[in-house]
């Protein structure tokens, strides 16, 4: 008794060393499928395994090979030996193909695995599949022209899978064709030769669908045969066109009730819509991506048996609003004129401008792509032009301006002289005559060397500069800034080269204005003797003259006068003759001055011997 109580233990330990979980990761498969049974083995704490057998009453097609392991099938079980599972191991997968029958219901199928000898029983539900496929009809639906078709339908069944479809077709009345579709990227899909059909037929069809199941569905309709294509015209936009346009286009077909109609812009489709037979339709693109300039449009409609018509128009594209820049001031003085001219520019072209001054419009003129008005206004303040561009697109531009009217002051400028020597001194003045209140304190004089600033006193001012060192003419302007507007004058200043005609006035006291007549002193003959007022007569032609003492001239008062102006110096002729004829000039003068002189010297007195108590009259005014 001891012997198989042992045996029987031993068996026991044996049996649990390898009781390795099996379970299956298909727990149900439909009938008349062939589907992938997969096994999955949790040997975690468990021996070393090296073999896996599936035992099972299905057919078995095939099995999945496993990198170490030895894989080989018989009808009836797949087995993989040579391998092995380690005990560290939660899912090992071993996966093989079978088949399943057909049933009427719902059964269990029983597995048998043997992990390294040791069988594990695992149950496999078999479903039914008791629906038919799922058909759809792609084409052709409603219509269909006399000629070669191609016919697609989409028949689906997840349970079993489609097994075949087929599509019946031919006068309702007569002989029929049937044709076998091909399964072709999840459609099934044939040829119909239906060219012998003519316009106004009609056509009868039928399809049937099976599924691996063996279930079945039969759909049936009708199509009638169309010969005529559509008529399509494409209505706007027929000219210019912003950057979202909106595509009008009528389509009509003897048949059919819908067409599909496409928009396609230079070769390229930009907008695709289904549009009502005989009747206008619309779709928005925006083709801001574009660029800008003219381009060619096409409506194309197609029926519903593929017969297609298209009409073009030209367009031309403009996204970007006029430029619009203005010489506008920002000031103007109160009943003052000035133009303002608007420099407006577009791509593609201008359908209108306006302007207006305050909202009242103006007159514009135009010139190229500039547009002038003229302002003029009483009103002080702030006023507002605008100018308004529209291009042929319909972008508008509107550009507004502000101008600020200021009272009208009045600057005058006067010159003293208005001809000067170069470098002569200048007296620029002038008057300021307000419009009203006026607070500017001061005035600038621009003159060729330097700004002045002049302070303004009861309306008046005055400085003095120097003239250019160069001979021309030059404007001298005076410039005041009230609120930001600059008021101006100007005049003209003549610098020149030359002798100036005037006249010398006497000589007179600066500060009491008595003429001043000079008396000469007797040289006396020695330190004590006194001053004498005899003077005596030179000698002519050796003869003797009495002597003389003339009286001293009385000091007589000058009468006050208003001083008189210098005169302007002008240049001589000889100045504007040629140069050479010049220097001949002045070489010939020199040469006369030095003949006089010499001739004078040899025609000299011999110096007289003076006598005691004489007057010396030479140079006596020089002293």
């Avoid at 079993?160 to 899909?189: D, E, I, K, M, W």
């Avoid at 037979?277 to 574009?290: D, E, I, K, R, Y």
Wanted: glycine residues 8%; charged residues 10%.
């Amino acid at each position: 008794m001891r012997t198989p109580v042992l045996i029987l233990f031993t068996l026991l330990i044996a049996a649990a060393a390898n009781a390795a979980t099996v379970t299956l990761l298909t727990p149900s498969v439909y009938e008349a499928t062939t589907p992938w049974v997969t096994l999955d083995i949790d040997n975690r704490g468990f021996t070393v395994i090296t073999s896996v057998v599936a035992n099972s009453t299905l057919p078995v097609l095939s099995a999945t090979n496993y990198s170490g392991w030895n894989t080989s099938t018989t009808p009836t079980s797949a087995q993989w030996t040579g391998g092995s599972i380690e005990g560290n191991v939660r899912s090992a997968l071993f996966e093989y193909q079978a088949k399943t029958p057909l049933v009427t219901g719902d059964g269990i199928i029983t597995i048998e695995a043997r992990i390294d000898g040791s069988p594990v029983l695992l149950n496999l539900t078999l479903l039914n599949d008791p629906t038919p496929p799922a058909v759809q009809l792609i084409s052709p639906v409603g219509f269909v022209g006399p000629q070669q078709t191609n016919v697609i339908i989409n028949a689906t069944d997840t349970e079993t899978g489609v097994a075949n479809v087929t599509y019946r077709f031919g006068p309702c009345s007569g002989t029929q064709t049937t044709l076998a579709l091909l399964p072709v990227n999840g459609f099934f899909t044939g040829i119909a030769n239906l060219s012998s059909l003519v316009e106004g037929d009609t056509l009868c069809y039928t399809i049937n669908a099976t599924n691996n199941a063996g279930e079945s569905i039969v759909q049936s309709g009708t199509l009638v045969v169309d010969a005529t294509a559509p008529s399509v015209s494409a209505l706007a936009p027929t000219g210019y066109t912003s950057e979202t346009t909106t595509f009008t286009l009528s389509a009509s077909d003897n048949l059919a009730q819908s067409l599909d109609c496409a928009i396609v812009l230079n070769g390229t489709t930009i907008a695709t819509l289904s549009a009502a037979n005989n009747t206008q339709n619309s779709t928005t693109v925006n083709l801001a991506a574009q660029t800008e300039g003219p381009y060619v449009w096409r409506a194309i409609c197609t029926d519903g048996v593929g017969l297609s018509s298209e009409a073009l128009q030209n367009l031309v594209l403009d996204t970007q609003a006029p430029a619009v820049t203005t010489n506008a001031p920002s000031t103007l003085a109160r009943g003052q004129s000035v133009p303002v001219t608007a420099t407006i520019t577009d791509t593609i072209g201008l359908l209108n401008v306006n302007a207006t001054f305050d909202g009242s419009p103006l007159a514009l003129a135009q010139n190229g792509n500039q547009y002038t008005v003229t302002l003029s206004s009483n009103d002080l303040g702030a006023h507002s032009i605008v100018f308004t561009a529209e291009d042929n697109a319909g972008h508008i531009t509107v550009h507004t301006a502000t101008i600020t009217i200021v009272p009208n002051h009045a600057v005058s400028l006067d010159l003293a002289p208005t001809s000067v020597n170069p470098g002569g001194q200048v007296t620029a003045s002038g008057t300021i005559a307000a419009d009203g209140n006026s607070t500017a304190t001061s005035v600038t004089i621009e003159t060729p060397s330097q700004n002045i600033t002049a302070n303004i006193s009861a309306g008046t001012f005055s400085a003095n500069f120097n003239a250019p060192a160069t001979d021309g003419t030059y404007t001298i302007t005076v410039r005041m800034t009230e609120g930001g507007h600059t008021y101006t004058n100007s005049t003209a200043l003549t610098v020149s080269t030359g002798p100036f005609v005037s006249s010398s006035p006497p000589i007179t006291d600066g500060s009491n204005g008595y003429r001043i007549t000079r008396t000469p002193t007797v040289r006396s003959g020695s330190s004590t003797e006194s001053e004498t007022t005899n003077s005596q007569e030179e000698t002519v032609s050796g003869e003797s003259q009495p002597d003389t003492t003339p009286e001293p001239a009385p000091y007589t008062p000058i009468e006050q006068s208003e001083p008189r102006l210098a005169l302007t110096p002008q240049a001589t002729g000889v100045f504007n003759l040629h140069p050479s004829i010049k220097w001949l000039a002045l070489f010939l003068a020199l040469f006369a001055l030095a003949a006089l002189g010499a001739y004078a010297y040899s025609k000299r007195e011999p110096p007289k011997k003076e006598e005691p108590g004489s007057v010396n009259w030479d140079n006596y005014f020089d002293r």
